[in-house]
Antibody, heavy 116, light 112 residues
Framework: QVQLVESGGGLVKPGGSLRLSCAAS????????MNWIRQAPGKGLEWLSY????????NYVDSVKGRFTISRDNAKNSLYLQMNSLRAEDTAVYYC?????????WGQGAQVTVSS | DVVVTQSPLSLPATLGQPATISCRSS???????????LNWFQQRPGQSPRRLIY???NRDAGVPDRFSGSGSGTVFTLRISRVEAEDVGVYYC?????????FGQGTKVEIE
């Protein structure tokens, strides 16, 4: 069955950087768009970015454009989110999800806390 | 950005009774391929979201048939025919037609 396992979360100071990873299994990773979605404490859901199976089609929501970079390594069945210039408002649980537009499968989430 | 508005935001439900959540989008959701990417998600307390319904009315595998989705244009509905205790949680609608794809604010379902 499909499994998505995020890692790399933690506590970081404002202005710092963090790299999230998502290990995928149970499906042909390179065939699928992948996404990052986040949920701030007690808040709703925000779709941050997607990447095509080849890695050539990428998009970002304005709130993270220029600061976050999505990437993938199909040989390792892994998705990444490089987060730079982190702000307090980036504090959230970050979810890795499969398939563009539909988000049919979700990981358990990685907690990112930005605080001095 | 497309604004997705849910109502109500809080839904006290009665066991065995129906419950309905509405979702309105600020724009039509027909994509260039003719598909309408309006999806529904359930988030139980302490868990990741789980998709229930995709493209308005298609139930995901393993989702009980008491859940159904309907709608057209800019107005969509998630219906629970008979609420069970395990249905407690927050329900989100989401549009995947216009980037950035956006979620509604969520509807918290509790048993009264």
């Amino acid at each position: 069955q499909v499994q998505l396992v995020e890692s790399g979360g933690g506590l970081v100071k404002p202005g710092g950087s963090l790299r999230l990873s998502c290990a995928a299994s149970g499906f042909t990773f390179s065939d699928h768009y992948m996404n990052w979605i986040r949920q701030a404490p007690g808040k709703g859901l925000e779709w941050l970015s997607y990447i095509s199976g080849s890695g050539h089609d990428i998009n970002y929501v304005d709130s993270v454009k220029g600061r976050f970079t999505i990437s993938r390594d199909n040989a390792k069945n892994s998705l990444y989110l490089q987060m730079n210039s982190l702000r307090a408002e980036d504090t959230a649980v970050y979810y890795c999800t499969r398939s563009a537009r539909l988000a049919g499968d979700w990981g358990q989430g990685a907690q990112v806390t930005v605080s001095s | 950005d497309v604004v997705v508005t849910q109502s109500p935001l809080s839904l006290p439900a009665t066991l065995g009774q129906p419950a309905t959540i509405s979702c309105r989008s600020s724009q039509g959701l027909v994509y260039s391929n003719g598909h309408i990417y309006l999806n529904w998600f359930q988030q139980r307390p302490g868990q990741s979201p789980r998709r229930l319904i995709y493209e308005i009315s298609n139930r995901d595998a393993g989702v009980p048939d008491r859940f159904s989705g309907s709608g057209s244009g800019t107005v969509f509905t998630l219906r629970i025919s008979r609420v069970e205790a395990e249905d407690v949680g927050v329900y989100y609608c989401m549009q995947g037609t216009h980037w950035p794809w956006t979620f509604g604010q969520g509807t918290k379902v509790e048993i009264e």
